[in-house]
């Protein structure tokens, strides 16, 4: 990984004393300040042209996206595509509110720029976020905003509360993400499986009609090869339109914060390797016929356009934001694009997979 140059932000000021208090206090602060902004954004029309592509039928002005879990309820997605997001994940929602995990569920592991959580899909539900999503789509219809949508940990049927999830997130998604792979619902990753996931892609499909968004499926990094084959043919029979790789890891890659046995899912710096590595085998699973979402670790513009020369179409991040803070959003974007034009590509389609 590259090393960063030193972070002059206002927010290497403030983070200190963010870090002083509990995570999940800092982090319910922070979607409660943004939310109480006016909606106030304007869709940027700013971004290099070169970083435009069109991703499973969809315009993204910009590949850099806000990976799920740090806005959960939507309360404030119009901010985070004002930090400069191309665009942004809201969720995993499930059908029904429920609480999550007994806290504490989210440690800070600063030493190794990281984070464990063992959150445990805690939203306030579907309904509670269908107005807001509704009346930012009227507002703002070509602003990306993809629903994440999961089941609940006490559901009798889960593959039914996937198919819920679709039709009644589908209108007010850009795109929907099928997460079949938090780590914190027991059992939830299970649905990866060869069997259960044919089942959950079919109730899926059996669902989708015109007015369905491209449906996207969310990847664990903890994968073998044959595991990577099966969901790959399935994703491809299934006509699933893009696979997000990966979410947090299970692994523990040798950390050294005080926080690293708490069990959970491991995010940041310390999954880069580990979500590349499950990119590059996608990508030579699906041969270039999945747009691909690299997610996991990238914290600075070099590692975001590796991931692309990887073969990502797209890139997500979530723990770099808590480490850098917003900056970090315009200066990835603008580094991707420099790097594009340093290597003669017009447009970031031309980069994808050429490293695989
Ligand atoms: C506190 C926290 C909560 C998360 N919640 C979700 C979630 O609800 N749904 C989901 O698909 N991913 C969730 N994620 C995973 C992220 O979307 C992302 O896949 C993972 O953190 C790896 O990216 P990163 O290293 O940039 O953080 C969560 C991650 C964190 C740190």
Redesign the pocket.
């Known amino acids: 990984m590259a090393v960063s140059a030193p972070d002059m932000s206002l927010y290497s000021f403030v983070r200190p004393l963010l870090f002083a208090l509990d995570a999940e206090t800092v982090?319910n602060w922070t979607i409660r300040l943004l939310a109480s902004k006016n909606a106030d954004y304007i869709p940027p029309d700013d971004f290099d042209d070169a970083l435009a592509s069109e991703v499973a039928g969809l315009r993204f002005p910009s590949p850099v996206g806000l990976?799920?879990?740090?806005d959960?309820n939507a309360r404030a997605p119009w901010q985070f595509l004002g930090m400069g997001f191309g665009f942004v994940?809201v969720?995993?929602l499930t059908p029904l509110p429920q609480p999550g995990n007994p806290k504490p569920r989210?440690f800070r592991l600063a030493q190794d720029e990281a984070?464990i959580?063992r959150?445990g899909?805690n939203?306030a539900g579907q309904t509670a976020a269908l107005d807001r999503l509704a009346r930012l789509r009227r507002a703002y219809p070509k602003a990306i905003v993809g629903v994440?949508i999961?089941a609940n940990k006490d559901s009798a049927d889960r593959i039914a509360d996937y198919a819920q999830g679709v039709a009644r997130m589908g209108p007010a998604a850009a795109y929907l993400?099928v997460?079949v792979?938090?780590p914190n619902t027991p059992g939830l990753r299970g649905l990866q499986d060869g069997a259960a996931l044919a089942e959950l892609l079919d109730a899926v499909n059996a669902v989708r009609n015109a007015k369905t968004p491209p449906i996207f499926l969310?990847v664990a990094p903890d994968l073998e090869p044959e595991e990577v084959e099966t969901i790959t043919a399935l994703v491809i029979e299934k006509k699933i339109d893009a696979l997000?790789v990966?979410?947090?890891t299970l692994s523990r890659p040798s950390l050294i914060s005080r926080h690293a046995n708490e069990s959970g899912?491991l995010?940041?710096?310390p999954?880069?390797d580990l979500?590349m590595q499950r990119l590059k085998d996608f990508r030579m699973a699906t041969k270039g016929k999945i747009p691909l979402v690299a997610?996991?670790?990238?914290?600075n513009a070099d590692e975001a356009y590796a991931r692309i020369r990887a073969g990502a179409s797209l890139i997500?991040?979530?723990?770099?934001?808590?480490y850098h803070g917003p900056s970090l959003v315009g200066l990835i974007t603008q580094g991707l694009a420099a790097r594009l034009h340093a290597d003669g590509f017009a447009h970031i389609k031309e980069a994808v997979g050429v490293d695989v």
């Open positions: 982090h990976a799920a879990g740090l959960k994940e969720g995993t989210l984070i959580n959150m899909f939203n994440n999961g993400t997460n792979s938090s969310k997000i990966a979410n947090t899912g995010s940041g710096a999954l880069n979500a997610v996991g670790g990238i914290d997500q991040l979530y723990s770099a934001l808590i």
